[in-house]
């Protein structure tokens, strides 16, 4: 079974520095999709990020990139100019590519920050 | 593009009452998900549709939980009866597409769910 690990329940970051959120996960499939998605307060979770296991460059939006390193199974998400806004609770989701569209998620990870 | 819609926001009922929830997808997606999210937990499938069928429901609690999507738009989940252990947050989902699909078309957008409190 697959399986989505983060194992840090809290973070907190300054306002404008850089922080990151760590991921692993646990599969024998060699084709799939990783996600990282933002809940907050409001409850809907947004995707943030997402990066396709076979796509060896890491995938980038604005400030949220990610460190995927596929034969360590770990795929980090680094927030950087953190902003009031970006508090919130962070899921890393999996994906096989070949078995429907089942997302398995971590079991978070809040992310608090100090102005 | 509005997005997916879920009601009620919240839902406070005894255990052993029934309660139901209603989504209604992003337009043109074919795919509806709906998830339970214990407090402090992750989301967790419960059930999902393809169209008006049933794809996946192997964690759907089936004694307890049903859902339906008669006409391939919107869909309903129901709890009858209710036990304390229900208490959390039931999102609903939905793509474009599922299995076999590009990425892009299977990227799933999120409700802002229904927080259920079941005393």
């Known amino acids: 079974a697959q399986t989505v690990t983060q194992s840090q329940p809290e973070m907190s970051v300054q306002e404008a520095e850089t922080v990151t959120l760590s991921c692993t996960y646990d599969?024998?499939?060699?084709?799939?999709?990783l996600f990282w998605y933002k809940q907050p307060p409001s409850r809907q979770m947004i995707l943030v990020i997402r990066q396709e296991a076979y796509k060896q460059q890491n995938a980038t939006e604005n400030r949220f990139s990610v460190n995927f390193q596929k034969a360590a199974k770990s795929f980090s998400l680094k927030i950087s100019d953190s902003q009031l806004g970006d508090a919130a609770m962070y899921f890393c989701a999996y994906v096989p590519k070949a078995a429907g569209n089942k997302l398995t998620f971590g079991g978070g990870t809040r992310v608090l920050v100090k102005p | 593009e509005a997005g997916v819609a879920q009601s009620p926001r919240y839902k406070i009922i005894e255990k052993r009452q029934s309660v139901a929830f209603w989504c209604n997808p992003i337009s043109g997606h074919a795919t509806l998900y709906w998830y339970q999210q214990i407090l402090g937990q992750g989301p967790k499938l419960l059930i999902q549709f393809q169209n008006n069928g049933v794809v996946d429901d192997s964690q759907l609690p089936k004694d307890r939980f049903s859902a339906e999507r008669l006409k391939g738009v919107d869909s309903t989940l129901k709890i009858q009866p209710a036990k304390l252990e229900d208490s959390a947050v039931y999102l609903c989902?939905?793509?474009?597409?599922?299995?076999?699909?590009?990425?892009?078309?299977?990227?799933?957008?999120f409700g802002a769910g229904t927080r259920l409190s079941v005393l």
């Open positions: 599969t024998s499939e060699s084709d799939y999709y």
């Open positions: 989902a939905s793509s474009w597409r599922g299995q076999g699909a590009l990425l892009a078309k299977n990227i799933q957008y």
